[in-house]
Nanobody, 127 residues
Framework: QLQLVESGGGLVQPGGSLRLSCAAS????????IGWFRQAPGKERMGVSC????????YYADSVKGRFTISRDNGKNTVHLQINSLEPEDTAAYYC????????????????????WGQGTQVTVSS
């Protein structure tokens, strides 16, 4: 059974850091692209970073470049999102999603090819 489970969210002060994890089961990472998306209240869900599970190629949205780092641990079938220098604007529910290997950039920009979503983890940045 295909499953994505996010963890690591929480309440953090501006300038702080969090490490989100997306644990996958029912498939192996090296056959898919995994993406992180976020959705703030009243806004559309948008892609922040995606990673090719086979060759490790990545995409980052302009708004998070330099602060977010996506990585994969194929041995643990897990994708991480390290978030540094958190800003109140980063407050959102963060979701991971599964898509095809060819779609690293298009999956993040247009949500093309997404086959499955996790349930999400909440990140709140507030003093």
């Amino acid at each position: 059974q295909l499953q994505l489970v996010e963890s690591g969210g929480g309440l953090v002060q501006p300038g702080g850091s969090l490490r989100l994890s997306c644990a996958a089961s029912g498939f192996t990472l090296d056959l898919y692209t995994i993406g992180w998306f976020r959705q703030a209240p009243g806004k559309e869900r948008m892609g922040v970073s995606c990673i090719n599970g086979s060759d490790g190629s990545t995409y980052y949205a302009d708004s998070v470049k330099g602060r977010f780092t996506i990585s994969r641990d194929n041995g643990k079938n897990t994708v991480h999102l390290q978030i540094n220098s958190l800003e109140p604007e980063d407050t959102a529910a963060y979701y991971c999603a599964l898509g095809p290997l060819w779609a690293v950039q298009s999956m993040c920009i247009t949500r093309a090819g997404i086959r499955y979503w996790g349930q999400g983890t909440q990140v709140t940045v507030s003093s």
